[in-house]
């Protein structure tokens, strides 16, 4: 008898409730398991309750990857706490697994803090499979030696006494237990339940509930601790979806007519969502034959009528940049949404990364200025649409927003938004052109000029990529080939104008600023409140507009002594023997800052696929100040 | 204020000059059959009395994709290969507008190959004229998927590799295939009535029409202009009807009903005698739009209601 089973044994009576202001969980199982409809409901269940939460799914590449496979393992981190929390967090408290192989990935990815609770399905350890019950034992001696205190747990055992197929169904016996564990209202779990089978016979629904009633007697028994994350219930409606959710609501929201779009991941989900809800309400997603014909798609629709949206990732956004650039040209409002991936080429298609940034900015052949805008935080993505559709339609520009495959995935609860009119596009203008008027009347100071769209008497005109007069002739005339650059670049500095002015999280002045931009927003935050509170004058910035750039930032930047970038692209290492100044490759908004402010500006970055953590930004910061107070 | 009836009075007394349709001067070169093609298709909008507002030539780029240019209606000369995309989505969005296409043998045949094949797929209403020279005319003379095998061009100085493909064959193997026509530019009464019955047929059109390159590919077609026994000429009720005057001169002729697929790809497959006329045409293959758009007004209160059902789904109530 092992150690954790002697645990198991001895823990019969009196349960210990301790309060904790947060808690990360981790949920992990093979493929279609369920791992992650369970941790999503953790994550509901405790957003109902009033719990700041943020779930983070941890994906596999493939469909059905091995069974008892590291690289297989499917799950979801749910991070709960006290206070509105705004990312994963560093290392799980506890964690579930499922089997001990999609258990070892995690641990050898450093993801579990030293001594985390760790219950484990013990059915392997019975296995008539010999190879499974020694790679079983051997894990198992393996987690005990480094720390962690783990628990077996007859899973499938139990559930077999309530159902005659345990693997369906496991996750809501194990919801049942992270229930009991972190005092969850049992009610809501089975309101939840109800919920998420809400389609499917009652008989299903009552048997999910007695695994969850059956899990949560199962962790009352025989484990002697619990923990209480105190929760304060909202008192406005608050909304739980993911990024690529919130994408698709803001499509709808915004009074986009049409979606063109290709499968990719992990931008899909959005274009699926919308699907289903689009045309309730007369919309309609395109699925193209191909990336390119997406892009062109949504120009036709966009140009003859309201502006469009194509949703894509990296891959394809290289695919429509032709495509985006003659929208530039020919100025047809487009928004495009890219939720970026780990690249180049194929990358990893399934994990995050902000490595686009600059390609979405300078990328089309020529100078094709557009707006690229990231999103922060879930209720941003949802926001951002709605902005970029009146950009791209006010200023007849290419709108870039950028999310990644962490806000993709990602929940977070937020208020409800409330839907307001003027979210909505104008109908489409059909009046007849005034005499004289002309498709690209570029104003002088702006550059705007008003676009004619067929059906206006009048109006008639060819529209085309190649360099055109105010009339839209096609010229070779160097004078106007200028005029057209210029007008096109001038829409920016005019849309710059009326952006506001960032606000610092944080002191106005200071010792070192960090500036992040994307789906780092709530990791860099918490990083620095940590940093504070420690009595350091950290403060941070995070830039919704990267192109163009609001006013005010480079007074900001001057205001500290130390600026650093936190950023999930790559950066070249100073202490690599052949990098220096003269030919370190920054990462890429440091490069734009340095380039635009003048100011000396460093940068730490990480691609490991995985939401950047608070703790290592900390760690970044710490060693960063050390290094300037050595040099004063 | 008139009534709804004067408006349509008004809308059937409307009539407009051949010069309403005109653009700018074509910059075409002498001779050149794109020439036919845009006087075919300016008829073809005053004869049907389309509204100039309310008609979009798009295009891709290539000599045949200048078009749009020479057309006094909206325009979109877009990007290579990729005008049926474009043109899909202007019909998606606006099924009130006429849609056309002008594209040539590079531009749909090569690089926007994958477009075309999808494009008849969707069978939106949308007419595509293929102006085929079976050769790159802008970019200078360079071997197309159309070429014949053994071209000169400044690609295969020594005479192209591989066997022409021909449009039409791998149109008619494409589903919801629904009207497949030839024409060529040398006889302009034919090609009048081809684009004609193309533009009125409801679902997408696939006009190809043998063009003449007389700058860098100037004999490809002088067997056939000057030896008319060399034109099949495919008559029938539902299809082409030859007028007596042509009748003299082209007299090689079978009568094909459109409906009958295999026997139109059997056509297809000649390539001499050269077919011209209706191929294909089958009214009953269902559009894309018509399958998308399925009659929902898109309302703010659509928008709004549709909306909040889907928040309630989301929301976590206090």
Known sequence: MNAAAELVGSCATAKQVVTIGEAIVEIMSDSGEGAQKCGQSFGSIAARMGNGVWTVEIIPAEIQPPARSIAGASGNRIRIGSKRVTNGGDEADLAIAFNEQVLLGRVNAGELKPGCIILLESMWADSADPKIVAQYRETLARLLAEGYRVHEVPMENECRKLVSDPRKGKNMFVLGMLCNLYSLDMDLARDQIAFIFGKKADKIIKSNVALLEAGHAWAEHNLDFGFRVPAVRATEPQLVINGNTAVALGVLASGMDICAMYPITPATSASHYLSDVFERSGGLVHQAEDEIAACAFAIGASYAGKVAVTITSGPGYSLKQEGIGLAVMAEIPLVVVDVQRGGPSTGQPTKSEQSDLLTVMFGSHGDAPKVVMAASTIEDCFHSMITARRIAETFNMVVVVLSDASLATAQQPFPRPEFNEDWLAPPIDQNPVPEGAKPYDWDPVTGLSRRFVPGQPGGMHTLTGLAHDRSSRVAYDPEINEQGMHARSLKLAALQKMLTPPKVFGDEEGDLLVVGWGSTKGAIEESVERMRAEGHKVSSLHLSFLQPMAPGIKEILHRFRQVITIEANWSDLPEDPLIDETNRRYSALAMLLRARYLVDIDCWSEVRGRPIKPGSICAVLRQRLAREEQRS | ?318
């Open chain 2, 1 to 318: 204020m008139s009534t709804a009836t004067a408006c349509l009075q008004h809308l059937f007394a409307e009539q407009r000059s051949l010069e309403e349709y005109q653009g700018g001067v074509p910059r075409w070169c002498k001779g050149c059959g794109d020439n036919a093609i845009l006087t075919a298709l300016q008829r073809l909008c005053r004869d049907e009395g389309l509204r100039p507002e309310k008609t979009v030539f798009v295009s891709g780029i290539g000599c045949s994709s200048r078009l749009p240019h020479y057309m006094r209606t909206y325009g979109f000369h877009g990007i290579h290969g990729r005008a049926l995309p474009i043109a899909e989505g202007i019909k998606l969005a606006r099924p009130d507008l006429h849609v056309f296409v002008n594209t040539g043998d590079g531009d749909c045949c090569s690089i926007g190959a994958a477009h075309w094949i999808h494009a008849i797929r969707y069978n939106m209403n949308i007419t595509v004229l293929l102006h085929d020279n079976h050769i790159y005319g802008l970019t200078k003379k360079q071997v197309s998927p159309t070429s014949p095998i053994g071209t000169r061009s400044n690609t295969t100085p020594r005479g192209s590799y591989l066997d022409a493909m021909s449009p039409l064959t791998v149109t008619l193997g494409i589903q919801n295939a629904s009207f497949v026509a030839q024409a060529v530019d040398w006889i302009p009464e034919s090609l009048f009535q081809i684009v004609t019955a193309a533009f009125r047929h409801r679902g997408l059109s696939f006009v190809r029409i043998l063009q003449r390159c007389p700058e860098f590919v100037g004999s490809m077609f002088e067997p056939w202009v000057h030896d008319p026994q060399r034109m099949l000429m495919l008559t029938h009720e539902n299809g082409l009807k030859v007028s007596p005057a042509l009748q003299k001169i082209y007299r090689n002729q079978i009568v094909h009903d459109p409906l009958d697929i295999d026997r139109a790809r059997e056509i297809a497959s000649s390539e001499d005698p050269i077919p011209v006329g209706i191929l294909y045409h089958n009214p009953a293959v269902p559009c894309y739009e018509d399958l998308r758009r399925a009659g929902m007004l898109r309302t703010t209160d659509s928008i709004r209601s549709s909306f909040e059902a889907e928040l309630d789904k989301f929301t976590v109530w206090p």
